[in-house]
C-alpha cells in the first residue's frame, strides 16, 4: 500500500535581469513540497544563503550564569514543589535531572525538567546521559497516575519539548525541558493525529508505519536506526537548514518509552546534534508528538521532531523566523532535505559503532 504515501513538489522558475551578471537574464530555481500527511507546504528556496555564519554564544552564556536558578548551588532553594498526592516528596529527580513545576506554567499541569547539573554544553558535547536523564524523568513524571487523574485520565495528552539555547526561544541557558499534561493536543498535534486517523480509516494502515517504509526502501532521506528508533529527513522541510524526524515503532505515547528506547534515541540524537554543530548550529527545537496518555498505537506512532535553529546573519542579528513561517504559515528551507540526509547519513556513518548496536 506505499502508493499512499505521496510525495508531491512542485518546481518553479524565477526569472530576472541580474546586476551581478552585467544584467544578463538568469534564472532562479525554487520548489514547493507538499508534507505527505497533512499536505501542509514547504518552500525550498534563497540557496544562495545555505551557509551559517557562527555566532558566539560565550558572552551570553557567561552573562546567564549568576542568575540562573538551575545551577546546582541554588536549585534546591528555588525548585518550586508539587503536593505530596501529586508527587510524593514534591519533585523528582533520575540521574543528574530534576523535575518541579514550572514557576510560569503553560497549563494545569506543567513542569520543567532541569536535564543536568551543568549550565551549558555547546550541541557537539551534549553527553548523552543529559538527554537520558532529561528525558527519563519526564517520562517517570507522565507516569503518574494522580497527576494524570488532574486532567482528565487517559484522554490528557503529554507535551514534552525542548528549546535549546537563546537562538531558539530558550528563556534560560541551562539545559531543560517542558514537560506539560493537557485537554489540549495544540494545533500541530491534533492535525496530525486526525490526519492519521483519516489515513488508517482510508487504507487500513498506520501512516507512520508506512512512511518509514517508503522512505527506508527510497533511501535518499533515511539516515539509520539507533536500537529500535528510526530516523530520517522529513520529505517536505521544516528549518531552514533542515530538520530531522525520530519514530518509535510499536510506540503510541510519550509514557510507553522504555528506558532502553530512551538510551537509544539519546544515542540518536548525540549524532543529529553533533551534525548540526558542523554546520555551527549552536540551538534546537525539539517535540515528542504523543498520541493521547491512554492510547494504543493501532493509528499514531511515537515520533520526535528536531529542528536547528541559528541567527542567520549575526552583525544584524536576522532570526531564522519571518512572516512565511509565523503569518503565512508555510515551512521555509534553504537546503533541500535530501542533501540534508546525505550529509547527516555521513556524520552518522563516521561516529563510532552504536552502543545499541553492540547489545
Ligand atoms: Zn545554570
Redesign the pocket.
Known amino acids: 500500500m506505499l502508493e499512499s504515501i505521496v510525495f508531491k513538489t512542485e518546481r518553479k522558475l524565477s526569472r530576472f535581469l541580474d546586476p551581478r551578471r552585467d544584467f544578463q537574464p538568469s534564472e532562479h530555481p525554487s520548489e514547493m513540497r507538499y508534507d505527505p500527511l497533512t499536505g501542509l507546504s514547504s518552500r525550498i528556496c534563497h540557496f544562495a544563503h545555505a551557509t551559517a555564519p557562527p555566532m558566539d554564544l560565550a558572552p551570553i552564556v557567561e552573562r546567564s550564569?549568576p542568575s540562573?536558578p538551575?545551577?546546582p548551588q541554588v536549585v534546591m532553594k528555588l525548585a518550586t514543589r508539587y503536593e505530596d498526592r501529586l508527587v510524593p516528596g514534591g519533585l523528582l529527580s533520575r540521574g543528574g535531572a530534576l523535575l518541579f513545576p514550572n514557576l510560569f506554567p503553560y497549563d494545569e499541569v506543567s513542569a520543567v525538567a532541569v536535564m543536568c547539573r551543568e549550565?551549558y554544553f555547546p550541541l557537539a558535547e551534549l553527553p548523552a546521559r543529559v538527554l537520558e536523564d532529561g528525558v527519563g524523568v519526564a517520562r517517570d513524571f507522565l507516569r503518574l497516575p494522580a497527576l494524570r487523574d488532574e486532567v482528565g485520565g487517559d484522554a490528557a495528552y503529554p507535551i514534552v519539548a525542548w528549546n535549546y539555547t537563546t537562538v531558539a526561544g530558550g528563556s534560560m541557558?541551562?539545559p531543560h525541558m517542558q514537560v506539560i499534561l493537557s485537554s489540549n493536543p495544540g494545533n500541530a498535534l491534533r492535525r496530525e493525529l486526525a490526519a492519521e486517523q483519516a489515513y488508517k480509516e482510508r487504507h487500513g494502515r498506520l501512516f507512520r508505519e508506512d512512511l518509514l517504509e517508503a522512505e527506508r526502501r527510497r533511501g535518499e532521506r533515511w539516515i539509520g536506526e539507533s536500537g529500535s528508533v528510526c530516523w530520517h529527513v522529513p520529505f517536505a522541510p521544516s528549518a531552514l537548514l533542515g530538520d530531522v524526524a525520530a519514530v518509535f515503532p510499536g510506540r503510541a505515547t510519550f509514557q510507553d518509552l522504555t528506558d532502553r528506547d530512551v538510551a537509544d534515541f539519546a544515542e540518536g540524537l548525540t549524532r543529529v546534534l553533533g551534525y548540526f554543530a558542523t554546520l555551527d548550529i549552536q540551538g534546537f527545537n525539539l517535540m515528542f508528538f504523543s498520541d493521547a496518555c491512554g492510547a494504543a498505537p493501532d493509528r499514531h506512532w511515537l515520533t520526535v521532531k528536531v529542528l536547528p535553529r541559528f541567527i542567520i546573519g549575526p552583525k544584524l542579528m536576522v532570526q531564522d523566523t519571518s512572516y512565511v513561517q509565523l503569518l503565512l504559515e508555510d515551512r521555509f528551507a534553504m537546503l533541500f532535505p535530501e542533501e540534508v540526509a546525505e550529509k547527516l547519513r555521513e556524520f552518522w556513518n563516521a561516529q563510532p559503532r552504536l552502543r545499541a548496536a553492540q547489545g
Open positions: 550564569l540562573c538551575f545551577c549550565h541557558i541551562h
